[in-house]
């Protein structure tokens, strides 16, 4: 069966990107999304995120009629759900998206239908949404109650993409597809060949949310030995970067380098996926997940430090000390805060500091809520003329390409090694 309207549920970071990748090859393609403001801005060829390239890819399918957006889902072949799974409560995974997203293309669901889960999600949330949808459409028949023969179609198939490259990685990494039977893989296969230059690997659908979960756990572990090791360096007076740097030249070593924490979408929240789910076995990803967690408010504490040693060696008082964060995204040449340890750093501060904090993000045009009242934008040769204590939170290239003679401030707190 072919797939004549392909719809995307969710135009964020993942969905967009999904939605046009799928409208360049001349499908046609209904995105949907409650952000009236998103919607208006893609119907009008333009994207409401920064993402290299996506934006010449969205006007093209927009001018050429294969991609549209909505706030209201409609009949298609195909629907791929790209909506938060954010966590509640003790970190638990909050599934009331991929419900409501369940929920609203329910009525629109016709036989022959294929529904694709591409949120993150705990283990055996398929089944659930797919448990949804049979109870809001008793008339049509699912995987779970029909088997090969069942009338609507349901996979899993987690994105692995890495923000600030999506539209490349999207059409050229591997793709896991977990069918709730071999024919919802077989279609879901299918369609994702119809932009994927990379691989669809099979397998079933409890298979296949673990698997996302475990990717980024595994990367979480290793970013926390290494954040953890630059606790250690700085109370033995070494510099982390050089060891690092030193250590990895060994054949089977390769250290990752530390940050001001974990954040984003996946990382800093996947692992309480498994930690929720297995609490008394997910021992070493909830130890990996606390020292990340608390990496920001070891750099708090650093702040505090250099402020101190400024006041005592200036005369000055704490309200005159100006303090400037560099970078508020959750990883280098991105807009994306979600989960970002650089934003929690600037809030704490903001709410601690009597004095004037700057914040410097180069990928955003006004501040977040949290931060209006608290923090100043400014640009890089604002700060570096303002500012007191620096404090380097996320290497964008702009900052990485600051000249060591511009910086002349003696009190500097660098988690990413840009001025070491």
Not at 189 to 201: A, D, H, M, T
Not at 316 to 342: H, M, V, Y
Not at 395 to 402: G, M, N, V
Request: net charge negative; with cysteine.
């Amino acid at each position: 069966m072919s797939f004549a309207t392909i719809s995307v549920i969710g135009l964020g970071y993942i969905g967009l990107p999904t939605a046009a990748a799928f409208a360049s090859k001349q499908q046609h393609v209904v995105g949907v999304d409650i952000n009236q403001h998103a919607v208006d801005t893609i119907n009008r060829g333009a994207i409401h995120i920064v993402e290299p390239d996506l934006d010449q890819v969205v006007k093209t399918a927009v001018e050429g009629g294969f991609l549209r957006a909505s706030t209201q889902p409609v009949a298609a072949e195909a629907f791929l759900i790209a909506v938060p799974t954010p966590f509640k409560g003790d970190h638990e995974p909050d599934m009331v998206y991929v419900k409501a997203a369940a929920e609203s293309i329910a009525p629109v669901l016709k036989k022959g239908a294929l529904v694709i889960l591409e949120s993150t999600s705990p283990v055996g949330a398929t089944e659930q949404m797919a448990g949804w949808l049979a109870e809001l459409r008793p008339d049509l028949t699912f995987p779970q109650q029909a088997g090969e023969a069942a009338e609507i179609n349901i996979a899993y198939c987690p994105e692995r993409v890495l923000p600030g490259q999506v539209m490349v990685e999207l059409i050229k990494n591997d793709r896991v597809i977990g069918g709730m039977t071999p024919v919802c893989s077989a279609r879901a296969s299918e369609l994702y060949n119809i932009f994927l230059e990379g691989e669809c690997v099979v397998t079933n659908s409890r298979t296949a949310e673990m698997c996302k979960l475990t990717e980024n756990s595994f990367r979480d572990v290793n970013i926390a030995f290494a954040n953890e090791l630059s606790l250690i360096c700085a109370d033995q007076g070494i510099n982390v970067w050089e060891l690092i740097r030193l250590a990895n030249r060994h054949p089977r070593v390769n250290i990752l380098q530390p940050g001001p924490g974990v954040g984003g979408h996946c990382i800093a929240v996947d692992p309480w996926f498994i930690v929720a789910q297995n609490p008394q076995q997910a021992q070493l990803i909830r130890t990996a997940r606390e020292v990340n967690d608390s990496k920001p408010h070891w750099v708090i504490n650093q702040v505090k430090a250099a402020v101190a040693d400024c006041l005592a060696e200036t005369g000055k008082r704490a309200s005159e000390i100006t303090i400037a964060c560099f970078g508020l995204a959750f990883k280098p040449n991105i807009d994306d805060l979600r989960e970002s340890p650089a934003m929690e750093i600037a809030e704490l501060l903001s709410g601690w500091h009597s004095g004037t904090t700057l914040a410097v993000e180069p990928n955003i045009h006004q501040l977040p809520k949290q931060l209006i009242g608290h923090c100043e934008l400014a640009t890089t040769a604002e700060a570096l003329e303002q500012a007191d204590v620096l404090v380097m939170l996320v290497d964008h290239q702009p900052f990485k390409a600051i000249a060591g003679a511009q910086v002349q401030q003696r009190w500097i707190v660098d988690t990413k090694g840009v001025w070491r």
